[in-house]
């Protein structure tokens, strides 16, 4: 659900407190689980959602199994084995965790705030209408920051192997060239649209800074006490407070 910028920001921000990671493998787990391909309106992808995102059978990033992931992949492959499968896939595993804080503290009350656009224009076509908002503010991002660490390691390593045996290379490396084409080719009208109604630039910087506190809080925790047994998302083992949605207005 978070913008593929988001995610990278959330990431730099988890890095910078964990400096052993190999940060291009970071890097690009952290994007990778967005490897599915898509159809043509990016209704459904392949493998879907619930393999790559590790959600229910229909379900949203909020309801999102990250704790299965992180046993399986994170938990039994320390990085004293190999470093660049570690790091890929803690990236992996802050991009769950980023989707479902988006869910939580961005989706939820943009349904609410907007549920007459939701009822008028359907599921897809609504969220189509509030991503133009939120993929605007990346490339401000990008056009404001050209130089940003994580960006320009997206922008210019070698794409690596996927380590994940759910993952196709393939698909995974046309997804990687696909990312950095849409962000290197923007459309001159997002620089000139001055309001954002769905999502103000404000709201995005307090979603990075919550999201990006919240990572590092549910990844010093797993890192020192493996996660209780049952517990499918790591968001519980954060207090209320933490997860509190952004309020209205969402936009300017």
């Known amino acids: 659900m978070g913008t593929w910028i988001s995610h990278l920001r959330i990431a730099e921000a988890c890095a910078e407190r964990i400096p052993e990671l190999d940060q291009t493998a970071f890097v690009f787990g952290s994007l990778a689980p967005d490897s599915g391909l898509p159809n043509a309106d990016w209704s459904a992808f392949d493998p879907p959602r619930e393999v790559t995102h590790f959600t229910t ?30 790091s890929f896939s803690l990236g992996y595993f802050v991009h769950l965790l980023s989707d479902h804080l988006w869910m939580d503290i961005i989706g939820l009350p943009s349904r609410q705030q907007f549920a007459r656009l939701f009822t008028e224009q359907g599921e897809n076509e609504a969220w189509t209408g509030l991503k133009g908002d939120w993929y605007r503010l990346d490339h401000l991002f990008l056009r404001d920051h050209p130089d940003d ?10 794409i690596p192997t996927c380590p994940l045996p759910f993952l196709q290379q ?27 109604l769905y999502l103000s630039q404000a709201n995005l910087e307090n979603f990075i800074q919550q999201a990006s506190h919240c990572c590092v809080k549910i990844l010093r925790a797993t890192r020192l006490c493996p996660p209780p047994a049952g517990i499918e998302s790591s968001l519980l083992l954060l207090p209320a407070a933490d997860l509190a949605p952004l309020s209205f207005p969402l936009g300017d």
């Open 57 to 86: 059978a229909g379900g949203e990033d909020h309801n999102c199994r990250d704790l299965d992931f992180y046993r399986e992949y994170v938990q039994t492959h320390p990085p004293e084995q190999d470093l660049a499968a570690y």
């Open 149 to 158: 660490p994580f960006w320009q390691t997206f922008l210019n390593a070698e």
């Open 170 to 196: 393939a698909a995974f490396a046309q997804q990687m060239h696909f990312i950095r084409t849409f962000y290197q080719n923007p459309e001159p009208r997002w620089f000139t649209e001055e309001k954002f």
